[in-house]
């Protein structure tokens, strides 16, 4: 009997214990489950606002392109006569403002209106020979600075300035040898060290902004070309080289 009872107590203590593990198992799965929600939800709201954020940025895009067309179509409307009003501006030599209509134009690729290019070169133009006596005094990052006041368009062109010998001038072999100076230009800096200088006589004299040469007897041409590395530009001038007269040679003489 007594052995009977005790089977029985052996029999409910096994139970217990086997209860026990199956109890913590079913705890530890609602745990991941619970778990597995919460980021699936945060997941999901996170893709959900992606999604939100993105086509509110695409609609705000389409709405700024319509403003945009909208803007440029009121433009091209009334574009003959803002032509006119640049027109009248240059001149009036009233640059700057010509130059923020100009930018108008650039902006909606009605660059080439007309007249236009031919405005904004002599605008240019105006600009860089207002400035060009300031570069021997002043250092290429400062020159490049007061470029940046003048870039009205994307122009490419090279202009080039003689600055010695001027224009008709006589030398006589004694005054060899002559300086040949020149400024090579662009809106994107200053190109000056590589002018390559030509004579229509002695042929190619050598390169850089200024040179000292010796010139053969006669007329020449002479040409300063430089490039910025797109366009190439260039001025010519004329000198005249004679012989020393004999008074002269006699006068140096004694």
């Known amino acids: ?3 009977y009872s005790l089977n029985l107590c052996e029999i409910e203590n096994m139970d217990t214990n086997n ?5 913590k198992k079913t705890t530890y799965s609602i745990q991941v489950v619970v778990i597995m929600a919460v980021f699936c939800f945060v997941l999901f709201n996170l893709v959900f606002r992606l999604i939100l954020d993105m086509r509110l940025e695409e609609e705000k895009k389409r709405v700024d392109h319509i403003e945009k067309e909208k803007i440029k179509q009121e433009f091209v409307a009334g574009i003959d006569k803002k032509y006119d009003r640049i027109l009248k501006l240059y001149n009036a030599k009233e640059y700057e403002k010509a130059i923020e209509i100009i930018k108008l134009f650039n902006k909606y690729d009605k660059s080439d209106h007309k007249d236009l290019p031919k ?3 002599g605008i240019r133009m105006y600009y860089l020979k207002k400035k060009l006596e300031f570069i021997p005094k002043i250092q290429l990052n400062e020159y490049m600075a007061l470029s940046k006041d003048i870039r009205i368009e994307d122009d490419n062109s090279t202009e080039v300035f003689i600055r010695t010998p001027r224009y008709g001038q006589y030398f006589y072999t004694s005054d060899f040898p002559l300086q040949l100076e020149a400024s090579a230009l662009s809106v994107t800096g200053d190109f000056s060290d590589g002018i390559v200088w030509k004579s229509s006589i002695d ?5 850089g902004k200024k040179i000292n040469v010796s010139l053969s007897i006669g007329e020449h041409k002479i040409t300063a070309m430089g490039t910025n590395g797109v366009t190439q530009g260039f001025m010519t001038t004329r000198v005249f080289i004679e012989k020393d007269p004999e008074f002269l040679k006699k006068y140096r003489k004694d």
């Open 19 to 23: 209860k026990m593990p199956s109890k």
């Open 119 to 121: 405005i904004k070169k």
């Open 203 to 207: 042929g190619e004299l050598g390169r």
């Open 1 to 3: 009997m007594v052995s």
